[in-house]
C-alpha cells in the first residue's frame, strides 16, 4: 500500500472520531500528500479549517528569529559570538551572554513565561518589548551561560530587540522584508492583536465543549512565539531550508546543530523512528502546532492546531509512523451504544503509584464526563462515549481527544478498577477512591 493510502486510512478513522482539528500538511520528496483542514477556525460562526486558514504559530517563531540573525551575521551587521551587552545597554550580564547563547537556548536567563504571575496575569496585559526586557533583564542568572541547557523565551525577546536594533525596522518589517516576501509567504506574519488578519482561526479550549481559551496580549511575544502562518506558507518555509536562498550553506549547517543536548537554533534535532529530525512544538492560547522534518527522508508534517488540547506532537508522530510503513495503533470506532447504569462508575478515582493525579468521573444529564489534568496541570472535561459493554467490562472513548477507559467488575458486578489509556498511549490502573 503506498504511503498516501495509509496516511488517508489514518486519517479517515480520526476524522470519523472528530479527534483532528486545526490544518495538516504531509508532504514527501517535495509532492504533498495530504493538504486539508479539520473541524471548525470558528466555531460562533461555523467556519471550518481549511488548508489557507490562518493560525498562530507560537514558538514554531523562534526559527524564524534564527533565521533573521543568522542573516545579519551572514551581512556583518552583527556576529552571533558578540555579547548581548553590545547591542542591549545596561544589560546585567550581558559581557557574559552572547547572541549564539540566546539561540541556543543556554543562557542560563530565567524564562520570563515562567514567573509566578504570568499565566493569570501578566500574559493578559500590554507591554513594550522594552519593558518585557527590564522584567527579567536584572535577575540572576540560572547557571553559568553556555554551560547547561534550558528552554527559554526570555532569549528570544532579547533576539528579537537585536533583530530591531541592528536593522534599523521593527521585528515584524524585518520578517516580512527578508524572509516572507522572498519566499512568497503571503499568508504568514507577526500577529499584533490590534489588526485585523483575515482567515485567522479563533483559539480554543474545552470543558464538556470547546470554549474560549484564555486571553494572551500579543504587544510582546514578538520574535519569541508572535507569528501567526498557514501549513501551506510553512511548506515554503521548509522548501527555502532545503536551499540556500535565505542564507548560505555554511551557516545554515550551523544554524541547524545542535548546541547543548538536542537543541540547535530555533529547532530541536532529534533521532525519531531511527532518522533524523529537526522539529519544534508551539502554543499559544488557544493554538497548539509541531513541525517535523525528517530530513534525509526528505519528508515534512505541519500539524497547526486552533484546539488547545490535540496532542500535536503525538499525532503527528504517528504520521511519521504511517508514512514510514511503521507498526500504528488505530482508535476504536466511537460508535455510541446504550449504556443504562452510569451512576454505577461515578467517583473520584486515583491512579496507581500516583499521589496527585486522579481521573473525576461525574454524570451531568444522565450522562458521564471525566475531568483530568493535561498540559501545565490544566483541568479539561470530556464527555464519555460507551462503545462496549459485557458483564466483565464497559469501554467508553472521550470526545475531542482519543483517550479510553475501561471499567472491569468483579463477578458480583462491582467495579474492581479502571484502566485509563490517555492520548499519548500511556497506559494506568486507577481505583475508585472510598
Known sequence: MAAEERIGKWIERY?????????????????????K????????HSVPNKPTTKFRIGSLTKAFTAMAIFQLHEKG??????????????????????????????????????????????????????????????????????????????????LTAIIEKVSGISYAEYIQENICRPLGMKNTGCDDGIKVVTDLASGYSFWEKPIHSAYADLSFPLGAYGLYSTTEDLFLWDRALNSNQLLNKELMEKMMTPYLESYACGWMVS????????????????????????????????????????????????????IFDEEVTMPLSSKQ??????????????????ENKVLDISIKRGELYLTVPKMYGVPYKFKLIPVSHNSSNTTFLTEMINEQLTFNYSLSGEIIGLEYKDYNENKYKAYKSV
Not at 544589560?91 to 499565566?119: A, M, R, V
Not at 467517583?347 to 503509584?353: F, R, T, V
Open 77 to 158: 551587521k552583527l556576529s552571533i559570538d558578540d555579547y548581548i551587552g553590545k547591542y542591549l545597554s545596561n544589560y546585567s550580564h550581558g559581557e557574559k551572554i552572547t547572541i549564539y547563547h540566546c539561540l541556543t537556548n543556554t543562557t542560563g536567563i530565567q524564562d520570563y513565561t515562567s514567573f509566578p504571575d504570568f499565566w493569570f496575569k501578566t500574559m493578559r496585559l500590554p507591554m513594550t518589548l522594552k519593558e518585557l526586557i527590564e522584567s527579567f533583564k536584572d535577575l540572576d542568572l540560572n547557571f553559568e551561560p553556555g554551560k547547561e541547557y534550558e528552554y527559554s523565551s526570555s532569549g528570544y525577546t532579547l
Open 15 to 35: 476524522e470519523e472520531n472528530r479527534y483532528l482539528n486545526g490544518s495538516i500538511l504531509i508532504a514527501s520528496k517535495g509532492e504533498i500528500l495530504v493538504n
Open 37 to 44: 483542514g479539520f473541524g471548525m477556525a470558528n466555531f460562533e
Open 337 to 354: 451504544i446504550s449504556f443504562t447504569t452510569p451512576e454505577l462508575l461515578a467517583g473520584k478515582y486515583m491512579i496507581e503509584n500516583s
Open 271 to 322: 533521532e525519531k523512528l531511527g532518522r533524523k529530525c529537526l522539529h519544534h512544538f508551539g502554543d499559544i492560547s488557544g493554538y497548539s502546532s509541531e513541525f517535523s522534518r525528517f530530513v534525509d527522508d526528505q519528508v515534512t508534517i505541519i500539524f497547526l492546531s486552533n484546539m488547545n488540547v490535540t496532542p500535536v506532537s503525538y499525532l503527528t508522530h504517528e504520521m511519521a509512523k504511517v
